[in-house]
């Protein structure tokens, strides 16, 4: 594996997972596995090891807050960011 690239090693899992997948577990998982970049994963759920079993992404709220939103919900300082802006889990 002399000069081997991000894709070859990412190609070599992929295939290493199909071939080692037990039966009784059903079929294994669809190839190319998905991916995501930091900037995708740092936007789209806050963190840079999302759990993407769940399709919890997080949102910048700020527009609804402005406009009333937030007087039925509960917002506390640990919603902003370093630029002040309001985001939640949805």
């Known amino acids: 594996m002399s000069f081997v690239d991000r894709e070859g ?4 899992v992929e295939d290493l997972m ?6 009784e577990r059903g079929p294994p998982p669809p190839t ?3 991916r995501l970049t930091y900037a995708q994963a740092m936007r789209q ?3 840079d090891k999302p759990d993407t079993r769940f399709d919890w992404q997080v949102g910048n ?3 609804s807050v402005r406009n009333g939103w ?3 919900h509960h917002i506390t300082s640990h919603n902003y960011n370093k630029n002040n802006n309001i985001f939640i889990s949805y």
């Not at 090693?9 to 070599?12: E, G």
């Not at 199909?18 to 039966?23: K, R």
């Open 9 to 12: 090693v990412l190609a070599l």
């Open 18 to 23: 199909g071939a080692c997948w037990p039966p």
């Open 32 to 34: 190319p596995f998905p």
């Open 45 to 47: 759920y806050g963190t």
């Open 61 to 63: 709220i700020q527009t």
């Open 70 to 72: 937030c007087l039925d």
